[in-house]
């Protein structure tokens, strides 16, 4: 009975924005994940209570007319921009939370070029944000104050791509896009994909350890990255550009500048391997009675689909209910009736049919075995594309609900779905909890959705949800990052002595501390 | 015509190795990898040879009896080995390469302990070298003078394991095998496997990166160790244990730790990510004519399998040649004619007859193509273990065959075989080049086998193999480490800056250089 179900075709639903094959421009687009994270609205942080919070540091200089004298010597009058309007868009992130007051902004066109900049603000004491597609979503890729801006988009050549080895080697400006069109062309694809590709650059990438839509399958940037080119705060280059799957000569450094956020160098070249283009996708909606029953479905899903499982989403039925109220057109393809919770299950693969009865056969057992109490699957890109809406529209339909305080958590995935009960249980019925997220991957998304910003709310909230997750040994920042929004806030998720030694680091790679200051780290350590 | 034979059962061989299948034991067995990359018969070094290229560093201490009662205060007597027979092991690698003169193994129970013999010893200057399996292949697991012996084998417990999620956390002393086994139960795998197995520890095959027979499929550990525990020379404990595939807070410190030989710290508890267990693995032997044509077979597979590639394995005629002569029993499965090349391929998937299916497609049009020129694919474990057999005989046929020099070096796939060619024309032909190694992974095992050691072969073998490989950009260890063998060979691999960078890192975590000296970076530096 159900398994007619998985045949039928729903044609009703008419959203064209499946992620595999919609077609993306090259203006600034983000992805629910990236949108669905950020907590600019939380706090209600105008620009100035966030400059507030920080001290700006008296040791750095501020930029003087033979500064600009010397930038324009080295990149010529092209790459020395001032002009005011091109100064506010890169002093500013994209949601209009963090703004600078940066007078400089640096189009290095090459790794020489970036070198001698720092050799100079080294000397100079100039402190500096390196800045690629300003995407980012924690205030890392803006000035706080006055730093010069290094933006890498001018260094934006592929290098050299092996077909055999999928190895692409790059400079850092790439823009995400690009290479995924290019290597699309070669039967390859990114092993990292973001709403933000349009506009994100490659070195951005690296240097938050950006996780993306593929994580589940290919893995984190620690995995697939192969070899870096860094430039270190007094202009040192280190070439650690290697194509080579297997180096075990020393110690490996290049782990050190992925996720580092452009705090310990600047990255300038990336090598990374590249999967395969596979040819088929299957995508299913299925719901399940309880949280447990997603946690078995996840686990046979891994053993059952193995090699071509590639998203396991979930969303409970608070988000489910927020999607259909708010967004126009969005039907659930379930038929009308109360589930406690959906699932989004991809799977790609290199043969259609096989993986499609592999698929099949999966959600038969599945709904046999009582796992699954229902289920969709799609029969065309449209119908992937509908189910892919509902979980990827869920942070607009937040925003149109109401106020929305948002959090990114890593957790044991037995407990997740804890924190949201007892956030649920200790907040007034007018604040509902939702939750989603990539249950795949241990990510939970949970969002709080109130008529209105209020502090008791809040209170409530925090530190609440950090200390809970910090109990729980989870991450209070999944894949966004620290920047300067979290600095603060790493001990939830990081002993005392492994900052510490973070901040040995930091001050044996940058001794002056102009690399992306006020960020990643504490402000107590450097007082 | 062809593929009537990848359907025909080859009953007559008999070997029962097939590595997937076989019963190891805990006694101590290597693979075809490790015994293929040693070089201890290249450089006729004895152990006092080796010994004499390296001088004790005089500021370090030497034990005295305050010493051996301290130890024996937090580890009891049972903790603190003394016994000359026990010593004699500790002190040899299992090569009978490199002996050091310890007096002294301490055996903790606890990451406390650890952490208290460390203290102790970085307080009294004295130097230790910590210890798992002891099957490194570059004497970086056994003193090179008289350093404290550290052996991690009694933190041996499984701490947890995740069936959701696949993750295990466990003590560093585990032993591989005994993982695989509690895993297997679980129906999951561990994503390294080594002919070690039954000897090495996760300790040591974290802090070695070790690579392994699963590394095409499932990456290195750089990608699949989550988490770990480390405790610095000074005695600190660094809780980097964590259990999340996404944790972007601060520096990812946890991957000094893969691959830096225990020279930056001692590895006390490792989390790592598991594969579930497939049910479906096929093998093919294939005959291919020329080099291209692999690299193009190599890539068409990788399109084609995709998701179920699992071993991508080559060997040239030389090879061939040579297993035949001198291994017993062991017969070409392809007739008896030359073939330039033969390919190993293995899949590993969830579905029998879909995987089957896929492999035998991939066959057909490989042989239409043109790619291969001739091929069988297995009909069950014997056959596939036979075809195992060939290419993890290699070693000990080229053992049989007299002297061999042997290099373990991972080369941009391109240029791979042009080494090979290179040497070969500039040897004399009682010198015989043969090659051999894993595709998938970029890693060649070059042999040149003669009738005797020659010195005048030697010269010209090297430095022409590391000079070339460090001029195309490749690595002179693939997945052995540095050690005290090629600690001073770094500069062919990695830029001077790079080096300079791992010095300072090794100086800022253990200032006074106690952890595994002699080892991992040259000498000079410290001099």
């Known amino acids: 009975m159900i398994m007619e179900r998985w045949r ?89 939370k963090y703004k600078g007051s940066s007078k400089l902004l640096l189009q290095p066109r090459s790794t020489e070029e970036v070198s001698q900049i720092l050799k100079y603000c080294n000397s100079r004491s100039l402190a500096v944000v390196p800045q690629g597609g300003n995407t980012g979503l924690v205030g890392g890729s803006v000035p706080v104050f006055d730093e010069v801006i290094i933006n890498l988009g001018s260094m934006n050549k592929i290098l050299s791509f092996d077909k055999v080895s999928g190895i692409l080697v790059c400079e850092a400006g790439c823009i995400l896009e690009n290479l995924i069109t290019f290597l699309d062309i070669q039967g390859f694809i990114m092993p990292l994909d973001l709403g933000a590709k349009g506009s994100c650059q490659i070195g951005g990438n690296v240097s938050t350890n950006a996780g993306g839509l593929r994580l589940l399958r290919y893995g984190s940037l620690h995995g697939s990255v192969l070899g870096l080119e860094a430039v270190l705060a007094n202009g040192t280059v280190l070439d650690m550009l ?5 180096d075990n000569t020393g110690y490996d450094l290049k782990h050190l500048f992925i996720g580092s956020e452009g705090s310990l160098g600047i990255v300038t070249k ?41 998203a396991f989403e979930f969303l409970d039925s608070d988000a489910m209910g927020l999607v259909l109220k708010h967004l126009d057109g969005v039907r659930n393809p379930l038929p009308p009736s109360v589930h406690n919770f959906y699932i ?85 019925p007018k604040a509902k909890v939702v939750a989603y997220g990539h249950l795949g991957d241990g990510n939970l ?66 001794p002056n501390g102009i690399l992306n200051p006020y960020k990643v780290l504490p402000s107590t350590l450097f007082s």
Chains 1, 2 share one sequence.
Request: charged share 25%.
């Open 8 to 96: 039928a075709t729903y044609r009703l639903l008419k959203y064209s924005t499946f992620r595999s094959f919609s077609n993306y421009n090259n203006s600034r687009t983000f992805s629910s994940e990236r949108i669905g994270s950020t907590s600019c609205r939380i706090q209600g942080r105008s620009f100035s209570s966030v400059a507030t919070t920080v001290q700006r540091n008296p040791l750095f200089s501020s930029i003087n007319s033979d500064d600009i004298s010397y930038f324009k010597d080295i990149l010529g009058d092209r790459g020395v921009v001032q002009d005011e309007l091109a100064l506010v868009a890169a002093n500013t992130d994209w949601m209009h």
């Open 242 to 246: 290697g194509t080579l799957r297997k």
């Open 270 to 310: 990336v090598s990374i391997l590249t999967p395969p283009k596979l040819s088929s996708v299957n995508t299913a909606f299925l719901a399940c009675n309880d949280y447990a029953s997603c946690q078995n479905l996840l686990l046979e899903a891994k053993k059952k689909l193995g090699e071509i499982l590639s």
């Open 344 to 428: 989004l299950i991809e799977t790609t693969g290199s043969n259609e049919s096989f993986d499609r009865e592999n698929l099949e056969a999966f959600l038969l057992h599945s709904v046999e075995s009582g796992l699954v109490t229902d289920g969709v699957l799609a029969q065309d890109i449209n119908q992937a594309s509908s189910f892919w809406h509902i979980r990827e529209g869920l942070p607009e339909a937040l925003m149109k609900a109401g106020a929305v305080y948002k959090y990114d958590l890593s957790l044991p995935l037995e407990k997740m779905y804890d924190l949201v009960e007892e956030m649920r249980a200790q907040l007034d």
């Open 445 to 510: 998304h949970l969002n709080i959705s109130a008529p209105e910003y209020d502090d008791k709310i809040l209170a409530k909230i925090e530190p609440f949800v950090y200390e809970w997750t910090s109990k729980n040994r989870g991450s209070i920042s999944a894949e966004h990052g620290l920047g300067l929004m979290k600095a603060n806030k790493i001990h939830y998720s990081k002993s005392p002595e492994t900052v510490q030694l973070m901040f040995s680091i930091k001050k044996l790679l940058d």
